[in-house]
């Protein structure tokens, strides 16, 4: 049978080249960085060699870039470093209840540790209103976090709109950009973004490597204690084939992003057209935002036929597609993003996202909107 992977949002496969670049940091350059010898001077002419293709590919001075081990350290860090740092300054946090857990969890914690938290709701989009953002600013806000683009229905924020907001209040902003890194420019020199995290497995690159943008001005206290890597901000000796790969990611990204976010649209657009043929609009309702997108995430209902058991049949026919959060695919609560968006019970119930990426063909789309219309009519008619 073959297998199809429609599951890019929860991660990605390494690039080829990607391999490549990280093969000779495990054997032969394998140097600490922080070492003064001539290995480790190696390694950390690597590690400056990435941070730089980095910096110049989201517009930001290389200096401005800790590496973390992922995006949900960066979102803690980003969360719990400033919160920590402006304390002094007030308690109140203001961030959506669609965000991604790593930082709805990290803000349950920062109330538990005495922080107020406002969690402003979405539209059926999606969306957070800038007005809500704005109204919500106290004169005791510490710090403001939205993401870019939801990870499950694949919707973008207004975060220019907000940012600008934020800045003429003085308040820090914090991005996620996991689910934004690859198909949406990122230009931090005009964007009004003090913190924005990354990841590299969401653009095949490897697992386990990430980073935090912070602004020069930003205040940050750290989550670990430790040597002096990374500014102290990041201290543990750093993970240089994961920083390699990640840049190498970043370097094809700039070569293919035009490419690569027009091959994903088509993709997307063809899933939604056949599924939509072959059953009936309402037999096949998108959620998000209609143009306000990203193009590779795709969340579909059908309704009658429950998330559960579409997902189950779909792993039958070797097609691996996802329900609720990236992180915790498989499980089967309703998601906290759908419930946020006030969906009909419904739509929540039977909702599955599709994400798309390097590998997939609009044959490969063909064949599965097949098979999936052939398991709705199915599971309806039983
Ligand atoms: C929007 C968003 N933020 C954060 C994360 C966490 O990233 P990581 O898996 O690198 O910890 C994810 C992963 O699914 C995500 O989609």
Redesign the pocket.
């Known amino acids: 049978m073959m297998f199809t992977y429609f599951d890019h ?3 990605t496969p390494v690039h080829p080249e990607v391999v490549e670049a990280m093969l000779p940091h495990f054997t032969q350059s394998f140097g600490n960085a922080s070492s003064t010898h001539s290995a480790g001077r190696e390694a950390r002419a690597v590690l400056n060699r990435s941070r730089d293709t980095i910096a110049s590919f989201i517009g930001c001075a290389p200096s401005q870039i800790i590496f973390t ?7 803690n860090l980003a969360l719990f470093g400033a919160a920590a740092a402006r304390k002094s300054i007030g308690n109140h946090i203001i961030t959506t209840q669609s ?2 857990h ?2 709805l969890h990290a803000c349950e914690q920062l109330e538990l540790q005495g922080y107020e938290v406002t969690y402003l709701p979405v539209d059926r989009t999606g969306r957070v209103n800038v007005r809500d953002v704005e109204e919500a600013i106290r004169p005791d806000t510490i710090l403001i976090s939205v ?1 870019f ?3 499950e229905v694949g919707t973008l924020q207004p975060i220019r709109e907000i940012g600008a907001i934020a800045r003429a209040k003085g308040i820090p902003f914090h991005v ?1 950009a ?2 934004a890194l690859g198909t949406q420019p990122i230009d931090l020199s005009s964007l009004p973004v003090d913190l924005m ?1 990354f ?4 653009i095949n690159g490897p ?2 490597i ?1 980073a935090l943008y912070i602004a020069k001005h930003m205040k940050l206290q750290p989550l670990f204690y430790g040597g002096n890597q990374e500014r102290k901000r990041r201290p543990g000796t750093e993970n240089v084939a994961g920083i390699a790969g990640f840049a190498k990611a970043v370097q094809i990204l700039r070569e293919e992003m035009y490419e690569k976010q027009q091959n994903l649209e088509k993709l997307r657009i063809e899933m939604v057209t056949r599924l939509q043929a072959l059953l009936g609009q309402e037999q096949a309702v998108v959620n998000g935002h209609p143009a306000e997108r990203v193009p590779h995430i795709l969340n579909i209902s059908f309704p009658g036929v429950s998330t559960e058991t579409m997902l189950m049949n779909l792993d039958l026919e070797g097609i691996a597609a996802a329900s609720g ?3 915790t695919s498989g499980s089967l609560e309703v998601s906290h993003v759908l419930k946020a968006m006030r969906l009909e019970d419904e739509i929540t119930r039977s909702a599955i996202r599709f994400s798309f990426g390097l590998g997939n063909t609009l044959e490969e789309i063909g064949a599965a909107a097949r098979k999936i219309a052939t398991i709705v009519d199915r599971v309806r008619n039983a």
């Open positions: 949002a929860a991660t081990s992922g995006g949900t350290e960066s979102d965000e991604h790593a930082v993401m683009a939801n990870n996620d996991v689910q995290s990841s590299a497995h969401k697992k386990g990430g959060s990236a992180c």
